[in-house]
């Protein structure tokens, strides 16, 4: 997928909708206004995912504290975000089955009187997730979580509850229903900033967008304006109104990544309650051990840092739990990711915040959604533009069709495909299951690169290949080697270090690509270095 030809349809405009965002809910709004007939943009600031989306936990799931603060205080709210989140944990897993899974969770437990009262939420986390349910809660013995998880404290365990959610690639994900927006007959480009927004008769009627790679100015004329920007929801709305109240409160999540070590490959572990009544996960993700999350509030920035004190947090909270003591020496790569918390500017008391999601329209016809989380992209795109077919002068053929429609790499994905690839391109067995992972049933077309000379690694550690970056900058829109490094691989999430050492590969690749100068490629360098460096 060319971004200059996306480039060049966007200029033409025209559309029935404009999608501000790029994330996962406004490539999700791209994917069902494209599926049901609409002719629909997206213009995204930076690259997708980059933001939020690619910062996550790696889960797909209900949301098992979600559902205990609905028990304890009889929250609507909460209890329709859980149920509408393990249900849209069933349609991933069944149309992206390449970038998502089930994965066993651990919940251990170190007092008696404990085991009834997990055991019975989760019980109802199950009873929740209806024909969705994966597998059955169970408790689990003492020396049954010890095998299962043997890098817990055994002192004083009495057992563990098992529950089962789902784990993906949410920057892999992100990108894949990009590409399966333009598919169905969508534009996306990235790079491409809201600069104002243009009104016609007191009505907004599109936007001036600025071309961040090529430096250009020019507008985009559509009936409907949407506004998914997550963390930056607020700043669209200013853009429309500059005294509109605030929408969105943003606390920042860290995680940190160690080595596959920390946990065994197949089990994750719940810490149920923190010193301050969080949670923690500790999963085994891509071969390392994923730690987090923190919850801290947190001033709006395209680009969140971890801070020493929300990574002692999660060090300290480890070394309670585990036989083997992590500590910062251990540590390959940390990162940091807000979260948006949406309030209803309409609503009188606007203490509560909640995780589920809020379309709202303003005076002017800015059509803006923010809040709910990953697990429900697909629900909140089916809630948007039902909105604004119900609302506007819109008249798709179709209603909306995401609940069936496989996501790029998904119709044809086999689990055990990399098998045929080792035997057909010769690939080592790491790299055929990650290409077969990352790209379901386009692994194939990768590994036709990796056999044109492209099958170096761009880390002796790691799976990665130069047919990765060939493959990211020819057919997924990769403009930066960040872009390659962090979102389209995962190498600068997983192991930082290693990043900066393929780094200038990287460029020399995406440049033979792109036909970059010289200058260009060294200023590519310069910024994803600096992105590393800084954690992204």
């Known amino acids: 997928m060319n971004r200059d030809t996306q480039l060049e349809r966007l200029r033409k405009g025209g559309f029935d909708l404009l999608v501000i965002g790029g994330g996962a809910t406004g490539s999700g709004i791209a994917l069902d206004a494209a599926t049901r007939g609409l002719k629909v943009a997206l213009v995204e600031r930076g690259d997708y995912s980059e933001g939020t989306s690619s910062r996550s936990t790696k889960l797909v ?22 149920r509408d989140a393990l249900h849209e944990r069933g349609v991933i897993l069944r149309l992206a089955p390449h970038l998502s899974h089930p994965i066993p969770l651990l919940t251990p437990l170190y007092r008696a009187w404990e085991v009834p009262y997990y055991f019975s939420g989760l019980k109802a986390y199950d009873l929740l997730a209806g024909h969705e349910r994966l597998k059955p809660s169970r408790f689990v013995p003492r020396s ?63 936007a001036r967008v600025k071309d961040r790679l090529g430096g250009d100015d020019f507008e985009v004329r559509a009936k409907v304006v949407v506004n998914a920007t997550g963390p930056f929801t607020d700043t669209i709305r200013h853009m429309d109104d500059p005294d509109a109240p605030p929408m969105v409160v943003t606390s920042s999540g860290v995680h940190i990544i160690l080595p596959q070590r920390f946990s065994p490959p197949g089990t994750g572990l719940l810490i149920p309650k923190t010193e301050d009544g969080r949670v923690l996960f500790v ?70 915040l909640a995780r589920d999601h809020l379309i ?69 067995e790491d790299v055929a299951q990650h290409l077969n992972q990352s790209y379901g049933d386009r692994a194939a077309e990768v590994a036709k690169l990796a056999a044109e000379g492209l099958d170096g690694r761009l880390a002796s550690d790691h799976p990665f290949i130069e047919a990765d970056v060939v493959w990211a900058a020819r057919q997924e829109m990769a403009a930066t080697p960040i872009d390659a490094l962090a979102r389209r691989t995962r190498l600068a999430f997983l192991d930082q270090k290693a990043a900066l050492a393929a780094l200038e590969r990287t460029a020399q690749l995406m440049a033979a690509e792109l036909g970059w100068s010289v200058a260009e490629q060294e200023a590519h360098v310069a910024e994803s270095r600096m992105r590393i460096l800084e954690a992204l």
């Open 61 to 82: 799931h209900g949301g098992v504290r979600y559902l205990e603060a609905a028990v304890k205080h009889l929250d609507k709210v909460q209890y329709n975000l859980v």
């Open 144 to 206: 049954k979580a010890l095998s299962e998880f043997p890098q817990l404290k055994s002192e004083g365990l009495v057992g563990g509850v098992e529950y089962y959610d789902g784990q993906f690639d949410d920057a892999r994900m992100n990108v894949a229903v990009v590409l399966t927006a333009l598919r169905e007959g969508a534009v996306a480009v990235n790079y491409a900033e809201v600069t104002g927004l243009i009104k016609e008769g007191g009505r907004v009627a599109g």
């Open 283 to 352: 999963l085994p993700w891509m071969g390392h051990t994923l730690a987090g999350t923190t919850d801290e509030p947190h001033d709006l920035s395209f680009h969140p840092k971890p801070t020493e004190e929300e990574i002692d947090y999660i060090l300290r909270h480890l070394k309670r739990y585990f036989a083997l003591e992590p500590s910062k020496s251990d540590i390959l790569a940390a990162w940091s990711g807000l979260r948006p918390l949406v309030k209803d500017p309409k609503a009188h008391d606007t203490a509560e």
């Open 360 to 428: 709202s329209e303003s005076d002017s016809g800015l059509v803006t959604i923010a809040g709910g989380k990953w697990t429900t992209y697909r629900k909140m795109a089916e809630d948007l533009v039902d909105y604004v077919v119900r609302t506007r002068d819109l008249h798709p053929p179709h209603g909306c069709l995401t609940d069936r429609i496989y996501i790029e790499g998904g119709a044809g994905y086999e689990a055990d495909g990399w098998k045929e690839l080792v035997s057909k391109f010769g690939l080592p």
